[in-house]
């Protein structure tokens, strides 16, 4: 193999020498893999230094060296040990398999220049040390960087079309209920997901529902277990409804068949998108009834909600949590033992009172859950032809926001509405006081936490009137209910 440069071009013999390998997964495929490319980089060493020591391979083997989001781990381990002086040399396949940034080849110019590194290359060598070998690379650089460019336009274009036309997507994470294909239906899985659909809208838990698919070693397209986030997520994708999405919005119709029917899936969105059944407050949350929103800090300029959070000594209590996410105030901490105790004795005595079940049976019947349905079809439906119209660049970018923004308002209205009516469906009625506290005994959480939601907006905690009080201190307490 003849080489593009003699030995003359080195300042002298016997560098540390590195290797850095990369290559892309295509090119895998092509046969042209990891060890071809080593092995012509150390005959190309062995040439131009007959003194080299290889001090180290770096291998970022299937990693972009475009994508600013992804660290490249050896390639970062390779820049300390230049600084470091470890290594005084460095071999490639091509100068483009080391980086295609124009900030990182600035960086490798600079130790070229100050260090006197040396960068050899089997294709297209360039030295960094010389004016005019940075002068080149700069501009083979910015070519490749345009050619990455153009490259990702013409993938984004194509996904453009390929979205507008309802086509399956290609490559990825395989869908749970359909085969790599996109549109094969794997009716066991999609027979999975149909069940799990049914027991949501039955009001049951998703850590139970996940708890059930364990025991019954029903796993995910990975082959790991279900998670409560990950089965969340599989029942909200359109794709389970026949719906193609871009950038996350519905653009057309999928050319595969749908699990679930529209109706279906605009219930579960709205069942699991329920504030009243995002309970907060990690694991522990499972034990509270008073959590996802139904308590807020009375402190003045704070009203966040409080989150579950047992004492150091495993009291259950509800807490201003001051950490991140909630970023609360800090200041207000209730046991819950004797809160939900109350709670539930007002509760159950208010939802049984006769003018409450009228306002709830009014509630049900001025909108029916099909008139709601049909509401949020009209809107999404409004979205993807939006979407279509952003697509094919007929409107801007802005004017799709604008108004997605503004549609999604209303669908997330909706939605509740919807979760409300799902939550009051599945409420005992009729009973008397005896019969509703008898209720409440056999109860799960959830049904509880519906009923307590049906009449109760949310409850503010307020300081401490009574230092040293343990009980439940009434005064701190202001009760909202729902009208």
């Known amino acids: 193999?003849?080489?593009?440069?003699?030995?003359?071009?080195?300042?002298h013999i016997g560098h540390r020498w590195g290797i850095y390998v990369r290559i892309s997964r295509d090119r895998i495929g092509a046969g042209l893999g990891v060890q071809r490319q080593e092995s012509e980089i150390r005959e190309m060493i062995a040439r131009l230094d007959p003194e080299a020591v290889i001090v180290e391979v770096y291998n970022d083997n299937d990693m972009s060296a475009s994508n600013v989001r992804k660290r490249r781990k050896d390639y970062d381990r390779m820049i300390a040990d230049i600084e470091s002086g470890v290594v005084t040399a460095v071999g490639c396949w091509h100068l483009d398999r080391v980086t295609r940034r124009n900030l990182e080849l600035e960086y490798l110019c600079?130790?070229?220049?100050?260090?006197?590194?040396?960068?050899?290359?089997?294709h297209g060598y360039i030295d960094l040390r010389t004016s005019t070998g940075r002068m080149a690379a700069r501009m083979a650089a910015a070519a490749a960087r345009g050619e990455v460019e153009h490259k990702a336009e013409r993938q984004r274009s194509a996904n453009r079309q390929r979205a507008l036309q309802g086509e399956s997507w290609s490559g990825g994470m395989r869908a749970y209920g359909y085969e790599k294909d996109g549109t094969t239906l794997i009716e066991a899985e999609a027979e999975v997901l149909r069940e799990v659909a049914k027991r949501v809208l039955e009001r049951q838990s998703l850590r139970s529902i996940v708890a059930d698919l364990d025991r019954r070693e029903i796993r995910t397209s990975t082959g790991k277990p279900w998670q409560a986030v990950t089965l969340r997520r599989a029942l909200q994708n359109p794709r389970i409804a026949g719906w193609r999405t871009l950038n996350g919005e519905k653009v057309a119709r999928g050319n595969w068949e749908q699990i679930i029917d529209d109706e279906t899936q605009a219930k579960l969105v709205a069942i699991l998108g329920d504030p009243a059944r995002n309970k907060g407050g990690g694991g522990s949350a499972r034990k509270y009834l008073l959590s996802g929103g139904l308590l807020v800090c009375g402190i003045p300029g704070c009203g966040k909600p409080l989150q579950s959070q047992p004492s150091n000594a495993g009291s259950r209590g509800y807490v201003c949590r001051k950490s991140p996410p909630v970023g609360g105030c800090g200041r207000i901490r209730i046991a819950a033992d004797a809160l939900e105790q109350e709670v539930a004795t007002r509760v159950l005595a208010r939802f049984a009172s006769p003018a409450i079940a009228r306002r709830l049976s009014g509630a049900m019947a001025s909108q029916t859950e099909h008139q709601l349905l049909d509401q949020i079809k009209e809107h999404e439906e409004s979205i993807a032809e939006l979407a279509g119209d952003w697509v094919a660049r007929r409107i801007s970018k802005e004017a799709f926001q604008a108004a997605d923004r503004r549609t999604q308002a209303e669908i997330a209205k909706l939605r509740g509405q919807i979760a409300q009516s799902?939550?009051?469906?599945?409420?005992?009625?009729?009973?008397?006081?005896?019969?509703?506290?008898?209720?409440?005994?056999?109860?799960s959480l959830e049904r509880r936490r519906d009923l307590v939601s049906a009449v109760l907006d949310h409850i503010s905690v307020g300081p401490t009137t009574r230092v040293g009080f343990t009980g439940l201190d009434l005064a701190r307490l202001n009760w909202v209910w729902r009208d």
């Open 110 to 122: 600079g130790y070229a220049e100050s260090f006197g590194t040396l960068f050899a290359a089997v």
């Open 422 to 443: 799902t939550r009051l469906a599945s409420l005992p009625e009729g009973l008397g006081p005896r019969e509703l506290a008898e209720w409440w005994v056999d109860a």
């Open 1 to 11: 193999m003849s080489l593009p440069y003699a030995s003359a071009t080195l300042s």
